[in-house]
């Protein structure tokens, strides 16, 4: 199945030419505020697997000096998707979907990081800070 996305405004459209069946939510203090909640909910896809529609020219990133880079629509703020450092992975926020995946698997990154107001989601796997690249890309290959 195909999942294609796009940001608030809709300048900005992209397909993901797989079923996201894996998705996480990062809720270290980064993706909070990149977010603007509780968590950052997301998936990895293969670039491969990825393809822009329109609007990459109005993406612009902010970078903090430890490198940690958002990506976002210049028009309406929405966080867009970004190849992951120098990995061949895209990162998906799941809230730009406009389809609902059918997801096997959920996993929780940072929970020591949780805030007391984030909603309450079931887990299959709860990680207590980020796990290693390793780890991780092995669920999303
Ligand atoms: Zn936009
Ligand atoms: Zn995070």
Same mark, same amino acid.
């Given at each position: 199945? *195909?999942? &294609?996305?796009?940001?608030l405004c809709g300048k900005i459209k992209f397909l993901v030419k797989k079923d996201?069946?894996? %998705?996480?939510h990062c809720h270290c203090s980064l993706c909070r505020k990149q977010s603007g909640t509780g968590a950052n909910?997301?998936?990895?896809?293969?670039?491969?697997?990825?393809e822009w529609?329109?609007?990459?020219?109005?993406?612009?990133?902010? *970078?903090? &000096?430890?490198?940690f880079t958002s990506f976002f629509c210049m028009?309406?703020?929405?966080?867009?998707?970004?190849? %992951?450092?120098?990995?061949?992975?895209m990162w998906i926020p799941l809230g730009l979907l406009n389809n609902m995946p059918i997801i096997k698997k959920r996993l929780g990154f940072c929970l020591t990081s949780k805030s007391n107001w984030s909603p309450v989601v079931t887990l299959d796997r709860e990680y207590l800070e980020l796990p290693s690249w390793n780890e991780l890309k092995e669920y999303f290959d």
């Open positions: 199945m *195909k999942n &294609d996305g796009s940001c996201i069946q894996t %998705v996480y909910s997301a998936t990895l896809v293969n670039e491969t697997l990825f529609i329109s609007g990459t020219d109005s993406i612009s990133t902010f *970078k903090k &000096d430890t490198g028009n309406c703020g929405s966080p867009v998707p970004n190849k %992951v450092g120098n990995s061949s992975f």
